[in-house]
């Protein structure tokens, strides 16, 4: 492999969008009126469509002879890299809805920053992709707004999801030596840069939502170093059914 | 004017081929029949979401996972319009849904089969929406416009779910035996459920005559199913599967193939609830609902308090 650090940045991008998204389309049919389920389902669309664009690169960079099913669908769990936030369950609606506002408020100046960068297929992606978060972080925003000024209910269940969600928020920012490898030759931002954007996301919304920030500092990772919860077994026993039940099958 | 010359006047607008239109006159029992039509056709799509979404999380590969993510997204789109075209007509949609919750209201029984292999969604895209378009293929054409031009872009997106579903059965007609065996399994299952599709033999319809003469159907039932039937033959020789009936047979005379009676035993069993899955189906909707409701609440509040704010 030429490029291991950025083999490895891009499959981090890619494993977050395909578990958010695989996440995501539990909902489908299930949502609390119609047009949320359009929209859940589109979210997840999304994601699965950036997640084909992104293992797609991640497998040229490999060049071990894969293609984006074959890394999506046929690693040991402790081979995927995503954040502990997306693999955790949808809960009910304001679960869902603020873990993908804290994943749109990193993704989004995530993706701004990668679309400069001289890594010609990665500010590629990303350029195509901002168009879809922009929208994601704008649906979500409104909806944080809207449980967090609504209802005594829904303020509860909004402030409850922000509380339980808060502790897996700062591995959003992971960096080990791979992302300082890429950042000290100019081709990805430095997640410090990306955090203080999500920060600023955050408190804007959260303030207008009338919802609190969460004082406790438990921060929890392992997701990035390929650590995970105990609900990622399961989100790939669905994931990979067919593959591993059916060996070597085209679909 | 007299009712008789509203109805005159509507039953000319019939005969002329000119669309009904929400504010014209027309008789309560056209509009009665059109609303229970078309939100049973709305209440169809959106419990037709369960079997397929059932699978997104399993589908078998990333494309096959998005594609499935964009049908079924379309069928709720399909359900948004119908409700909608429903309440030009005067009803109101979370009553439509509270109908179907009691089951006053009705869906298509197609949806109370369990999807339980991978080849159960290609066949339900294949099958079902096959059978689906045939019937609203016809209504494309029905006399009430704003149904009928939502027909027209359903009809589109169902011709594109019944390709993609047939194309996903090729993969599997031309993959492994397993894969093949699947197909056949899936097709022995769904072929009867479909052909049911089409209602009651026009001899059992209650509805039909009326709505023929409305316009709001153009065919029988029994006209649409042995089209189904004619068309699909051919589909399933390419694919190389077996279509579970030993009487089917291509008819010289009637230029028609000639297939066996269904078991209408089976078909009002399923329709008065005692499907695989009538109970799993609707408990899904009425808990999806129930959750729901403190975010429609919400909704609620908010845009009150905002209007509020505005105004202030």
Known sequence: MQDPALFEYVLRLSDDSLILGQRLGEWCGHGPILEEDIALTNISLDLIGQAISLY????????????????AYLRFENEY?????????????AMTILRQFFFDAFRLPLYEALMQSPVEQLAAIAAKSVKETRYHLKHTSEWVIRMGDGTDESHQRAQAAIDHLW???????????????????????KMAAIQTKWTDTVTAVLNEATLAIPTNNWKFEGGREGRHSEHMGYILSDLQYMQRAYPNMEW | MTQAEQERRFLEKIEKEIKIEPNDWMPDEYRQTLIRQISQHAHSEIVGMLPEGNWITRAPNLRRKAVLLAKVQDEAGHGLYLYSAAETL??????????????????????NYPAVTWADIGTIGWLVDGAAIMNQVALCRT??????????????????????????????????????????????????????????????????????????????????????????????????????DP?????????????????????????????????????????AKEDGLWVREAANAFAKKRAMKKSA
């Open chain 1, 167 to 189: 502790r897996y928020t700062n591995e959003l920012f992971y960096e080990d030596a791979h992302d300082r490898t890429l950042q000290a030759a100019g081709l990805v931002p």
């Open chain 1, 56 to 71: 797609d690169f991640a497998a040229e960079l490999e060049g071990a002879g894969r293609n984006h099913d074959q890394l």
């Open chain 2, 143 to 244: 006399s009430y416009g704003p149904y009928a031009r939502a027909m027209v872009k359903i009809c589109k997106e169902e011709s594109f779910h019944q390709r993609q579903g047939y194309e996903s059965l090729i993969k599997l007609c031309n993959g492994t035996p397993q894969q093949k065996a699947m197909a056949q399994d899936a097709m022995n299952r769904f072929w009867w459920p479909a052909l049911m599709m089409f209602g009651p033999s026009d001899a059992e319809s209650t509805h039909s005559d009326q709505s023929i003469k409305w316009k709001i159907k153009r065919f029988t039932n029994d006209e649409l199913r042995q089209s189904f039937v004619d068309a699909t033959v051919s589909q399933a020789e390419i694919l190389g599967l077996t279509i579970p």
């Open chain 2, 247 to 287: 009487n089917l047979k291509w008819n010289e005379a009637r230029g028609h193939y000639d297939f066996s009676e269904i078991n209408w035993d089976e078909f009002w069993q399923v329709v008065k609830g005692n499907g695989p899955c009538n109970k799993e189906r609707i408990a899904a909707r009425l808990k």
């Open chain 1, 81 to 93: 890299k995503n954040v502990l936030l997306v693999e955790q369950p949808n809960g009910d609606f």
């Open chain 2, 90 to 111: 005067g009803a109101d949609r979370e009553q439509l849904i509270d109908d179907m919750h009691t089951g006053k209201a009705k869906y298509s029984s197609i949806f």
